[in-house]
T-cell receptor, first 112, second 115 residues
Framework: GQQVMQIPQYQHVQEGEDFTTYCNSS?????IQWYKQRPGGHPVFLIQ?????EVKKQKRLTFQFGEAKKNSSLHITATQTTDVGTYFC????????????FGKGTKLSVKP | KAGVTQTPRYLIKTRGQQVTLSCSPI?????VSWYQQTPGQGLQFLFE???????NKGNFPGRFSGRQFSNSRSEMNVSTLELGDSALYLC??????????????FGPGTRLTVL
């Protein structure tokens, strides 16, 4: 079945270091969304990428969608303690828009 | 606008029992999706409802079912509970505007523990 692989599973960084998480699908995605879940919280939408090769920025966060629409990445520059949480990518394979296939997430911890 | 609400927030049941969870989407949102979150399997899609119709179903056994009412509120039911059903059940609503892909707004979840 359709699957979205996400790595790494965990990342521990010193505050100020950069962080990147990667997602990969074996089949072409219609779009990919990114969510952040704080400890004890629920996933919160960050961004959606739709176009091949798309790059979007939100302050220190940079999101990329691969040319083949099979992979995506989230890069955080100069992490802060407020970035702590689990980052999920979620792929949509077309058809219904309410069916997201989530990666297992990357849990980010930031040491001050 | 009020966010997605889920009731109850916590639930403890024993094996073999059944449970019903409720979700009220954001006003105006017609799509409601349900996800199961566990440490081992992560976030897994259960089903999606749109205008009272199940539009998509994930790879879960028939013990998991749901429905949506005319006011878009949704319920999911799990019958004959098993220990492995212990999880955080998340409901998400989306406006589902025509011609665009829509973000999912998640509720706080219902933490189900099966003893």
């Amino acid at each position: 079945g359709q699957q979205v692989m996400q790595i790494p599973q965990y990342q521990h960084v010193q505050e100020g270091e950069d962080f990147t998480t990667y997602c990969n699908s074996s089949t072409t995605l219609s779009n990919i969304q990114w969510y952040k879940q704080r400890p004890g919280g629920h996933p919160v939408f960050l961004i959606q990428l739709v176009k091949s090769g798309e790059v979007k920025k939100q302050k220190r966060l940079t999101f990329q969608f691969g040319e083949a629409k099979k992979n995506s990445s989230l890069h955080i520059t100069a992490t802060q303690t407020t970035d702590v949480g689990t980052y999920f990518c979620a792929g949509n394979y077309g058809g219904s828009q309410g069916n997201l296939i989530f990666g297992k997430g990357t849990k980010l911890s930031v040491k001050p | 606008k009020a966010g997605v609400t889920q009731t109850p927030r916590y639930l403890i049941k024993t094996r073999g029992q059944q449970v019903t969870l409720s979700c009220s989407p954001i006003s105006g949102h017609r799509s409601v999706s349900w996800y199961q979150q566990t440490p081992g399997q992560g976030l897994q899609f259960l089903f999606e409802y749109f205008s009272e119709t199940q539009r998509n179903k994930g790879n879960f056994p028939g013990r998991f079912s749901g429905r949506q009412f005319s006011n878009s509120r949704s319920e999911m039911n799990v019958s004959t509970l098993e220990l492995g059903d212990s999880a955080l059940y998340l409901c998400a609503s989306s406006p589902q505007l025509a011609g665009s892909y829509n973000e999912q707004f998640f509720g706080p979840g219902t933490r189900l523990t099966v003893l």
